[in-house]
């Protein structure tokens, strides 16, 4: 898909991500921070998938549609970054420039319209809405780590893409996965280790 890809559409990134400088060893706890509550985000999208699908069995698909096209569209309007792929979301994670109270909102909301949504049966994806909210949720805490650690090294745009490993990897059950679709994304060889 990728090679047929470049041979139409040329050799583009699609998230262009800037190049960072390594963190230093002394930042492994809060990358390991990062992905612990990463993880519990992803245990909180599996079970409000989950709990949706599960709840919402015996109500007919007009009114499922109607429910989860009212609520995105709601939510939307409070958080316009959550409709759509939200490449455009992740670029400006990468690149620190969402506010700390709009990564909140945008991660609370991306996680509800996703889970509601697919929960009711609107149809959708999950790699591209796990890579959003693990990009938000990671520089969320790349923000915060830095606003009490402003010696840190690496930035919240590094954190980003943790996250979105993170994210992928956790709800998916597939960490590989993740990290090629991220370094494929980006094509930045810096985000392996």
């Known amino acids: 898909a990728t090679l047929i890809s470049h041979a139409a559409f ?3 990134v699609e998230l262009a991500a800037p190049v960072f400088e390594r963190f230093s060893t002394t930042e492994l706890i809060a990358v390991i921070f ?5 993880g519990l985000i992803s245990v909180t999208f599996n079970r409000l998938l989950l709990s949706t699908t599960k709840h919402s069995q015996h109500i007919p698909i007009f009114w ?7 609520i995105t569209g709601l939510l939307g309007l409070v958080a316009p970054q959550i409709l ?3 490449y455009d979301t992740v670029t400006a994670t990468f690149h620190n420039e969402i506010a700390l109270t709009a990564l ?3 991660l609370i909301f991306k996680l509800l319209a996703t889970t509601i949504g697919l929960g ?3 149809p959708g994806g999950l790699i591209g809405p796990t890579l959003v909210i693990g990009a938000v949720a990671g520089s ?3 923000t915060i780590i830095q606003m009490f650690f402003p010696e840190s090294s690496a930035s919240p745009g590094l954190y980003a893409m943790i996250g979105m490993g993170a994210m992928m990897g956790a709800t998916l059950q597939a960490p590989l996965a993740a990290l090629l679709a991220i370094f494929e994304l980006t ?5 392996i280790l």
């Open 140 to 142: 969320l805490i790349g």
């Open 10 to 12: 040329g050799n583009q």
């Open 34 to 38: 990062c992905g612990a509550i990463i």
């Open 64 to 70: 499922k549609l109607t429910i989860a096209g009212a």
């Open 84 to 86: 759509g792929i939200g």
């Open 120 to 122: 009711l049966g609107l």
């Open 187 to 191: 094509l930045s060889p810096h985000i």
């Open 104 to 106: 909140l909102s945008i």
